[in-house]
Structures are given as structure tokens and as C-alpha cells.
């Protein structure tokens, strides 16, 4: 009789087990396809008749395949220069960036650190306060930033937010038995850092460095206020650059064959793909630091 009522038991469990692992799947594969559908949706209306995507006759499959809207993209001579020039802001703030990251969150990491409690408190309150658009283009113009790389970087060369999970990385998830044990051995804060705390916390690093990427590749808007002129503009303003040189004006239309409505069609083609094209360089990038990202996304979820 236990026998049986334990087959039974093992039975249903079984397949309430399959049950739920279905119903997992289902709601996993729901919510990958409302995120990843936009951005396939922008992909087929980059290659099809905006007036069939407006009509509804765009949905799984292009309609009226053309590419013009790239050809129109890459015959701008100023998008090679902005995408060296998003790969140079990039990667240089990307490395300074994480450095300032590092830099900030293990002194706020010692709890011994005298201030610390301070310290930590006006770093939190830039996360809520900050003085506008106006007061801070006027610091970076009497420091003399304008028309510079680094206005990219120095206003914002800390990401708070950022250097939070840095520092609550290193408290809870380094060994502090080998920082004592570094001590002991007569180590100093700055050795400590370099043979310690980096090379244990890879993980985490890996994540800052994808926040950062991202983060320095879309960002257009500070670009747009502090480096004039198409010399010095990364991809993304470019790209907004073609956009606008595409729009519509009594001018362009008398003497485009069409007039208003074939610029208006070339305008949305464009639009589509410049959306494409800004976002292609980090979506082959992603799968390569996959891992690295969800390695340090998981560390120190569980400790033990």
C-alpha cells in the first residue's frame, strides 16, 4: 500500500513537474518575443514599402523589398568617420569609466575608511540633484572641455549607480580572510587592490564594462552639445544627421521626381535604417560577453 501511494505520489509530481516546466517555457518564449518582435519589426521595415508597413502589411515578412533606405545611409561620406569616432569614445570611456568605477567603490568598500559614511552620502546625492543642462555646460565650458573627446567622459566620469554595485560586490563577495591575510603579509591598500580585489572580481567587471559600451555607443545627445561640427560626431549623431538632411522641404521636393510623398517614403526608409544600423555593432558584440555578463549579474546572489 506505501508502495503504491508512493508511485502515485511520484506520478503526480512527475507530472506536475512537466507541467510547470511547460508553462515556464511558454511564459520565457511570450515575454523573448515581445522583446526581440520591435526590433525585428525594424529590421523588416528597413527593407520594406513604408506605405505597406503603415497600411498593417508588414508583420512577419518584408513587403515590397528595397534596400534604398541603407544605400542612402551609407552614401553619406561622414559615417565611416563617425563610426571610428564611436569606436575611439567607446572604448576610451569604457576603460576610464570602469577605472573611476574601481577607483571609487573599494575605498567606500573599507569599512575602516574614516568619513566613509559621509563619503558614500554625497555620492548618492548626485543620484537625485544635479544642476541642469545650462549650469553644467558652462563648467564644462570654462574648463575649457568644449570641442573635446573628454567632455564626453569628465562630467559624468563616475556612474554611481554603477560604483553602488561595485562596492557592494567587493564587501559581500571578496573572501575578507584574504584581504586579511594580504594585510598580514604587509600588503597596502593599493596592493591589495591590484592582487586581490581585481583579479577576484572579473565578473562584475565584465558587467560594468557592458553597461559602459552600451551606455558611450547610444549616447548622441552629449555629442551634440559639446563636439560641434560633423569632424568630431560618433555614429549615432550621424546617423540623426542623414535623418534630418532627409526631411522633407519645399526645396528638395520640386525637384525629386514624386515631389513630397517619395521624400516622405525615402525619409521613413532611412529612419528604419539608421535605427539598424546603430544597433548592429552592439548586437554582435552581446553574444560574446554573454556569459561574462550573467557570471557577474549572478555573483554574490548567494553567499556561502
Not at 529590421?43 to 514599402?49: E, F, M, P, Q, T
Not at 558587467?207 to 549615432?236: C, H, Q, R
Not at 514624386?258 to 544597433?279: D, H, P, R
Request: proline share 5%; with cysteine; aromatic share 14%.
Amino acid at each position: 500500500m506505501t508502495k503504491q501511494t508512493g508511485t502515485r505520489a511520484k506520478r503526480v509530481g512527475g507530472l506536475s513537474d512537466r507541467t510547470s516546466d511547460i508553462f515556464l517555457v511558454v511564459i520565457c518564449l511570450f515575454i523573448a518575443f515581445l522583446v526581440a518582435y520591435p526590433l525585428y519589426y525594424v529590421l523588416i521595415a528597413s527593407v520594406s514599402n513604408p506605405y505597406d508597413v503603415y497600411a498593417g502589411k508588414t508583420f512577419l515578412l518584408p513587403s515590397g523589398f528595397s534596400l534604398k533606405g541603407y544605400q542612402a545611409v551609407f552614401a553619406d561620406d561622414s559615417l565611416l568617420t563617425g563610426f571610428l569616432n564611436s569606436v575611439k569614445y567607446t572604448v576610451i570611456g569604457t576603460v576610464f569609466s570602469v577605472a573611476m568605477v574601481y577607483l571609487t567603490a573599494y575605498p567606500l568598500s573599507v569599512r575602516t575608511l574614516p568619513g566613509r559614511k559621509f563619503f558614500s552620502i554625497l555620492f548618492i546625492i548626485t543620484m537625485y540633484f544635479g544642476g541642469g543642462l545650462i549650469p553644467t555646460y558652462l563648467v564644462v565650458k570654462d574648463t575649457g572641455l568644449i570641442n573635446s573627446m573628454w567632455a564626453l567622459f569628465l562630467p559624468g566620469g563616475v556612474a554611481v549607480g554603477n560604483m553602488i554595485i561595485v562596492r557592494n560586490y567587493f564587501e559581500n563577495s571578496i573572501p575578507k580572510d584574504l584581504v586579511e591575510a594580504a594585510k598580514i603579509d604587509g600588503a597596502s591598500h593599493w596592493g591589495i587592490f591590484q592582487k586581490v580585489i581585481i583579479p577576484l572580481s572579473k565578473p562584475i567587471m565584465a558587467v560594468m564594462v557592458v553597461y559602459s559600451m552600451v551606455a558611450y555607443w547610444n549616447d548622441w545627445f552629449t555629442a551634440l552639445i559639446y563636439l560641434p561640427g560633423e569632424a568630431k560626431a560618433p555614429l549615432p549623431l550621424v546617423l540623426r544627421n542623414v535623418l534630418i538632411k532627409s526631411s522633407v522641404t519645399a526645396a528638395q521636393a520640386s525637384t525629386i521626381s514624386g515631389g513630397y510623398a517619395e521624400l516622405n517614403k525615402m525619409t521613413e526608409m532611412i529612419k528604419f535604417s539608421s535605427i539598424i544600423v546603430a544597433a548592429l555593432p552592439m548586437l554582435i558584440l552581446y553574444p560574446f560577453v554573454q556569459k561574462y555578463f550573467e557570471k557577474g549579474m549572478m555573483a554574490g546572489a548567494v553567499k556561502g
